[in-house]
């Protein structure tokens, strides 16, 4: 991750009504082409964040058993987006996202203390108005 940060020219910093003007009503989708155990074949991880602070995680195949709940919150803290809810359902992660020139947003890691503080850990260069829709392919409607 540290190679990659040192690598990338960041983006434009958002903060307060700026990131909540980001994320607020949109999901933002990450694919790949390797799945989180390490085998071949897409993922698909959609991150809505809803009016209100509601926080709701999709993932295509869903990897994990589903962890999602009602509880799981967003909020900004000027500078810094946090999430409650899957991997770690009773603790809050906080990123720094920027904007780049071509409006994917970074993901950089704010976590004060520890060795991963200010890594790039995610670009999302798809963003979609609304909840996340149905997987049409496997059937699959999100998990709240």
Do not use: H
């Amino acid at each position: 991750m540290r190679a990659a940060t040192d690598a990338t020219a960041r983006g434009t910093d958002l903060i307060g009504d700026d990131l909540v003007a980001e994320v607020v009503g949109k999901t933002l989708v990450d694919r790949y082409d390797t799945r989180p155990d390490g085998e071949a074949g897409s993922y698909v991880m959609q991150r809505y964040f809803a009016d209100g602070g509601r926080f709701v995680i999709v993932d295509s195949p869903a990897f994990e058993s589903p962890m999602a709940s009602d509880r799981d919150r967003w909020r900004v803290e000027r500078e810094k987006l946090c999430i409650q809810g899957p991997p770690e359902p009773e603790s809050w992660k906080c990123y720094r996202l920027a904007r780049t020139s071509d409006g994917a947003l970074q993901w950089f890691i704010a976590d004060s203390g520890s060795p991963y503080d200010g890594l790039l850990t995610v670009v999302t260069r798809e963003i979609l108005e609304g909840p996340p829709p149905t997987n049409t392919r496997s059937g699959e409607t999100p998990r709240k």
